[in-house]
């Protein structure tokens, strides 16, 4: 069974940077695709990023030209660097994960974006 363990949430005020890791149990290299999504209260789950097996990101428009998506396969795990957060980010934060006909999901991380 693969697990994938978020890490680097938190509280931030506007415009500020942090940076999510998403460690997993697998080698990186098995998944077809890695993604973050994320969750606000009351809302429905959305992408915020992908990346595929060539390591090509796409993001939300919502998130475009702020986050940006990495890998460093030597440590299996990918991240999110997300900078210029507005409070609109506030949600917990979710790696995931594709291989073959299974998803994997971590547990989640709040980020919570407030002054």
């Known amino acids: 069974q693969v697990q994938f363990v978020e890490s680097g949430g938190g509280l931030v005020q506007p415009g500020g940077s942090l940076t999510l890791s998403c460690a997993a149990s697998?080698?990186?290299?098995?998944?077809?695709?890695m993604a973050w999504y994320r969750q606000a209260p009351g809302k429905q789950r959305e992408l915020v990023a992908t990346?595929?097996?060539?390591?090509?990101?796409n993001y939300a428009d919502s998130v475009k030209g702020r986050f940006t998506f990495s890998r460093f396969f030597a440590k299996n795990t990918v991240y999110l660097q997300m900078n210029s957060l507005k409070p609109e980010d506030t949600a917990v934060h979710f790696c995931?994960?594709?291989?073959?006909?299974?998803?994997?999901w971590g547990q989640g991380i709040q980020v919570t974006v407030s002054s």
């Open positions: 995931s994960g594709a291989r073959g006909r299974d998803d994997y």
């Open positions: 697998a080698s990186i290299f098995s998944f077809t695709t």
């Open positions: 990346i595929d097996s060539g390591g090509v990101p």
